[in-house]
Nanobody
Framework: QVQLVESGGGLVQPGGSLSLSCAASGFTFNIYTMSWYRQAPGKERELVAT???????NYADSVKGRFTISRDNSKNTVYLQMSSVKPEDTAVYYC????????WGQGIQVTASS
């Protein structure tokens, strides 16, 4: 059974940092491109960051220089390190795995507020 389980979300003050994790199981993690998406209230889901099976990273312009995506294939886990967080980063963050198939996590709330 495929599972993507996000953790690490919560409340963060603007300017602060937060780290998200996504633990994967039920598929061959190391051949999948892993991504983080987010969806703010009233907005469409948008791509935040992607890391390929080979470790190539891409970021949305809105988070470039502030967020870092990484993966640990030995732990079947992908991470999103968020720094200099802004109120507009508030959203539900989703983990996505993409290869022959696409799998989504259930999402986790991140709220940037003082």
């Amino acid at each position: 059974q495929v599972q993507l389980v996000e953790s690490g979300g919560g409340l963060v003050q603007p300017g602060g940092s937060l780290s998200l994790s996504c633990a994967a199981s039920g598929f061959t993690f190391n051949i999948y491109t892993m991504s983080w998406y987010r969806q703010a209230p009233g907005k469409e889901r948008e791509l935040v960051a992607t890391i390929s099976s080979g470790g190539v990273r891409n970021y949305a312009d809105s988070v470039k220089g502030r967020f870092t995506i990484s993966r640990d294939n030995s732990k079947n886990t992908v991470y999103l390190q968020m720094s200099s967080v802004k109120p507009e980063d508030t959203a539900v963050y989703y983990c996505r795995a993409h290869s022959v198939r696409v799998h989504w996590g259930q999402g986790i709330q991140v709220t940037a507020s003082s």
